[in-house]
């Protein structure tokens, strides 16, 4: 016979940790559904220094395993498998893996969203090694250095500001002509004495020894190649969630992000939405794990008004 979790959750980061610590601390039966390891994207960073508890931070890897074993400890299991397709239509959800469909009462989607690759050669294995997603996370490496922005958006914007306060030297580099960034990122950037524009360009290549060294420069127009020495670069191209795989199950906004509230409760009763995979205004891991606290909750109304499922 089939085994009928209390819940799936869809995704083994800092909200899907959180949201098993709490579902199976209430006695909940629950699954954890995580394609890569304990902390998703968190893994890949280096040292977190903005998570409150760790006064000397945390490496990114540590915390996600730490999140995990703290889950388990309550009953939480966990398998390592990609979700492939869901269907939520009944009562009683399914979640498609190679590994076989995995059946549940409710559901928590907490699979994320991963940032947007410039999609160079060695991208990929000069990350953490000058190659940087996350300014905040970050940042503090570059104290006195030169770093190099790519974005043109508010993301890329706050990064920049954020870096120019830290680094020596911020290059912004944007395929445009003007940023897209909201007005009130402008002004304190143009007359930042450390911050330079680079318009109508792009990063063609990524130069190394072991570490990044710098990258070269394109005009989009006249495509002219310049070398620009740098200690790292932070790309800020936006983000892409991870949501192909619900194939209309939920709703989802233009730009493919779950669409729930604060209550984290998306268009589908039993089925709930909580870290960077949701609708939000900011994506970070104490967001994210507040999310999986609320999810938790929400879910035992749920369940509790459901019990003959």
Known sequence: MRHIYDMIIIG?????YTAALYAS???LDVVVIERMSAGGQMSLT???????GFDAGIEGFTLGMRMQQGAERFGAKTEYAEVTAVDFSEKVKKAETASGTFYSRTVVIASGANPRRLGLPMEQELTGKGVHYCAHCDGRFYKDKTVIVVGGGNSAAADALYLS???AKVYIVHRRNSLK?????HEPLTQSPNVEFIWNSTVSKLIADGRVTGAEIKNVHTQNVKKIDCDG?????????????????VAVDSAGYVIADESTKTNVKG???????????LRQ?????????VAIHFAEEYLAENESI
Do not use: H, M, W
């Open 233 to 249: 670069i932070f790309v800020s191209i936006g983000r892409k969630p991870a949501s192909e795989f619900l194939n209309n199950a």
């Open 285 to 293: 891991i104490v967001t994210a794990v507040a999310d999986g606290a």
């Open 181 to 185: 960034a909201e007005r009130l990122y």
């Open 46 to 52: 280096g040292n977190i220094d903005n998570y409150p």
């Open 165 to 167: 306060r830290l680094a």
């Open 271 to 281: 089925v709930f939405a909580a870290g960077d995979i949701r609708t939000k205004y």
């Open 25 to 27: 601390r209430a006695k």
């Open 12 to 16: 083994g980061g800092p909200a899907g």
